[in-house]
């Protein structure tokens, strides 16, 4: 038996639309650089406390969505689906409405949801706005 889940939340942030999405489609190497911390390297893809992942970038222009799909790495070895996306909405002057959505797979209900990615996605996110407003 398999255990679908999706966590979604949502922010605001004070950075365009296009450029949020275009440090993703683009600029991919930047994240790092943003967000230390949390990610080492973008050979694409370390994860905060030393955790490797490895993904593959999905991008929808027209909904200005980007997805992490899993593809190995620590986190793909507890859940057989791990699937962050975010989707930047225009909102006012300069800034968007980020949504987050976080898609998984658990083996079984032992494992619980990936409420800690969740919350990784979010400071991430957070990171880049306030790298974005440094420069």
Known sequence: MTLNGKLESEMEINMPTAKFYNIWKNETHHVSTATPDRIQAVDVHEEG?????KEKLEFDDETKSVSLVGLEGDVMKVYKVFKPTYQCIPKGEGGCLLKMTLEYERPSEDIPPPV???????ELAKDVEAHHLKA
């Open 49 to 53: 406390n030393a955790e490797v992942f």
């Open 116 to 122: 800690k990615y969740k919350s990784f996605m979010v």
